[in-house]
């Protein structure tokens, strides 16, 4: 019993890393306020739960602004990308359910297809810029390239990532749970899955490019 009350054991231990997590979530709702810097916080959101995953975190705040700083360019090049490529599937979604007969039913096929690799995109592009240092094109076909080789593991992924949404959405009772854990909890959690799924990229000398 006395393990479990130590400084080092489990309970501290969970307690921590819970705190930490409030905290990030925290930084990360702030830093993600003016919309622009939304790709830039999700970089450093990841930076930092991929560290905790592989149980190097530091300094959380530090880490995190430091991701952030090193790479707004890339990470808020990236998150334009995708809101023009999201803003294109919308229209095309509208303009699809004001169709009708077959030639209909294979665009939503076409559509749908695009709106699933639209959000493998989004679940890997910013862990994928927050691991590997690599340009824009190559992060973006990289992430790409990643979520199908694991699609299982991406779908399973993709669905938890919305579950703290869902539940938002469905009572404001969830609120506060969210706003101390929402994004972090979710994030750790894919980064305990990415962090092994990174390992079959990286080269064995160099930590820094990716090997493809």
């Known amino acids: 019993m006395k393990d ?8 501290i231990s969970f307690l921590n890393k819970a705190t930490d997590l409030v905290v990030l979530n925290f930084i990360y709702i702030i830093c993600s306020i003016p919309l622009i810097t939304i790709g830039a916080s999700t970089t450093a959101l990841y930076y930092v739960t991929l560290r905790m995953a ?5 300094y959380i705040i530090k880490d995190f602004f430091r991701s952030f700083k090193e790479n707004f360019r890339q990470a808020t090049i990236i998150w334009f990308i995708l809101l023009c490529i999201g ?7 509208f303009v699809i ?16 297809l695009g709106i699933l690799l639209f959000a493998f995109e989004m679940l890997y592009v910013f862990p994928v810029l ?9 992060t973006m076909k990289n992430a790409l390239f990643i979520s199908i080789l694991q699609i299982p593991k991406t779908l399973i992924m993709l669905v938890f990532s919305c579950i703290p949404i869902v539940l938002v959405l469905t009572s404001l009772r969830w609120l506060p749970l969210f706003a101390a854990f929402g994004f972090s909890v979710a994030s750790y959690t894919n980064a305990c899955w990415m962090d092994k799924i990174f390992k079959r990229f990286e080269p064995e000398e160099s930590e820094e490019e990716t090997a493809y």
């Open 54 to 58: 592989k149980n190097e975190e530091g």
């Open 130 to 138: 927050a691991r590997f240092e690599n340009t824009v094109k190559s």
């Open 97 to 112: 359910n004001n169709m009708e007969g077959t030639l209909a039913f294979v665009a939503e096929c076409i559509v749908f």
């Open 4 to 11: 479990i009350f130590s400084m080092e054991g489990p309970l």
């Open 87 to 93: 803003g294109i599937i919308g229209v095309e979604f």
